[in-house]
């Protein structure tokens, strides 16, 4: 399988902001002593809300991701012999749930531990499983592009604001780069 290239994934019309993070560096590129208490109670308190309907968030997620970057769908084996549209795909919906809640949770435990921890699954297994499927470094941008856009739609007026963003931003960033450190070296690894 060819892996899925930046013009695969990226729509002409996406803006040139989410290819870099605020202080103009790659996604991989955030490193975690720039997450301050402040940026992880930020953190902790908007997920505790998001987390009250993380059904509806997580395939409003996905679904941004599949309208932003319709290629992505072809990452997913469970939805490529399918017809169902996604909004009521089952195995989509519990995967969304899934990745959402690791998402969040891990950000959130930012806060306690200091350190990237995934609930349910190793940070191991799961790079394996990207780096496997072709996940690529504009695959993150994209995710977290819709993840920011996500949390911005789930909270409610007044408590999206720019240092929400950025904490949410550079948690999203560090649990990328603790899983990319973690990927094989060679294929099948």
């Known amino acids: 399988m060819r892996p899925i290239e930046r ?26 002593s720039s997450f301050t208490k402040e940026q992880a109670a930020l953190v902790k308190d908007t997920w505790a809300v998001l987390k009250k309907d993380a059904s509806r968030h997580a395939m409003d ?8 970057a319709p290629a992505a769908k072809k990452l997913f084996s469970f939805l490529k012999d399918s017809d169902e549209p996604l909004e009521k ?27 990237v921890s995934t609930p349910g699954s190793t940070m191991k297994d799961m790079a394996r499983a990207h780096y496997l499927a072709g996940v690529v470094d504009e695959h993150y941008e994209v995710v977290r592009y819709c993840l ?10 007044g408590m999206w604001n720019e ?27």
């Open 7 to 32: 013009r695969d994934v990226f729509p002409v019309s996406m803006p040139a902001s989410i290819y870099k993070n605020s202080r103009g560096s790659k996604v991989i590129a955030a490193a975690l």
């Open 61 to 68: 997620f996905f679904l941004m991701v599949f309208d932003v």
């Open 89 to 115: 795909n089952a195995k989509l919906k519990a995967h969304a749930l899934q990745v959402f809640v690791i998402i969040c949770e891990s950000a959130a435990s930012l806060s306690s531990t200091g350190m």
């Open 148 to 157: 920011l856009k996500t949390i911005q739609a789930g909270l409610p007026a």
């Open 163 to 189: 240092d929400v963003k950025q904490a949410w931003h550079d948690a999203y960033d560090e649990l990328v780069r603790e899983m990319r450190s973690q990927e094989p070296q060679t294929p099948g690894q």
